[in-house]
């Protein structure tokens, strides 16, 4: 079973400040996604990542995938209250017919 | 461009039910993908349907079942059902080869 690991698990911070989340695995991954889901609705895919080493940014957000395409990271510069969310990260299996494989969410709430 | 629409919304059931939940894919998009998330948990994969035909499945039971329609409209259906079954049933719709999904609202279902 290839787990992806999550971290941290809830983080609460004040506008404006930065934050680093973390998807951790011991298995490597053909791609990673990256999805924010709200109460009540289905994730939304922010970004994909394919290549070992890429950085992808999105306005205030950056994406990391890591060398070995077993990790990443999503950093947000001068957080805001409309990011607050629920983060998922999502590894594609190798030769699976893109079958993803979540982390268990990173549960962030931006206070004003 | 519609978005995936899955129906119905809620649902509760009796545990031993059977249920059915659909699925409109996103236009154009040709494969659909089933997930389960349990409360403050991360999707899990069920499984995914390409031309109608099953192309990959998680670590479900048999109990779980699906279709997918010349439309591309999909079913997922549980017989047997538990009490671990409650949860919000997912649907992502795609295009074979693209890393894009496209998720529902999904289903809330509970057993009681």
């Known amino acids: 079973t290839q787990l992806l690991e999550q971290s941290p698990q809830f983080l609460s911070i004040q506008e404006g400040e930065n934050l680093t989340v973390y998807c951790n ?7 990673l996604q990256w999805y924010r889901q709200e109460p009540g609705e289905g994730p939304v895919l922010l970004v994909t990542v394919v290549t070992g080493g890429e950085v992808k940014k999105l306005k205030r957000l950056t994406f990391q995938f890591g060398d070995a395409r077993k990790d990443s990271s999503l950093h947000i510069t001068a957080a805001q209250p409309g990011d607050t969310g629920l983060y998922l990260c999502a590894g ?5 017919a893109r079958q993803l494989t979540f982390g268990s969410g990173t549960q962030l709430t931006v206070l004003p | 461009e519609t978005g995936v629409t899955q129906s119905p919304t809620h649902l509760i059931k009796t545990r031993g039910q059977q249920v059915t939940l659909r699925c409109s894919s996103q236009s154009g998009h040709n494969t659909v993908s089933w997930y389960q998330q349990a409360l403050g948990q991360g999707p899990q994969f069920i499984f995914q349907y390409y031309r109608e035909e099953e192309n990959g499945r998680g670590n479900f039971p048999p109990r779980f079942s ?26 992502a719709s795609s295009l074979k080869g693209s890393y894009g999904y496209t998720f529902g609202s999904g289903t809330r279902l509970t057993v009681v």
């Open chain 1, 92 to 96: 594609a299996i190798p030769g699976s």
């Open chain 1, 25 to 31: 695995s011991s298995s490597v991954f053909s791609s």
């Open chain 2, 66 to 91: 699906g279709l997918q329609f010349p439309n591309y409209s999909s079913e997922l259906n549980v017989n047997a059902l538990e009490l671990d079954d409650s949860a919000l049933y997912l649907c």
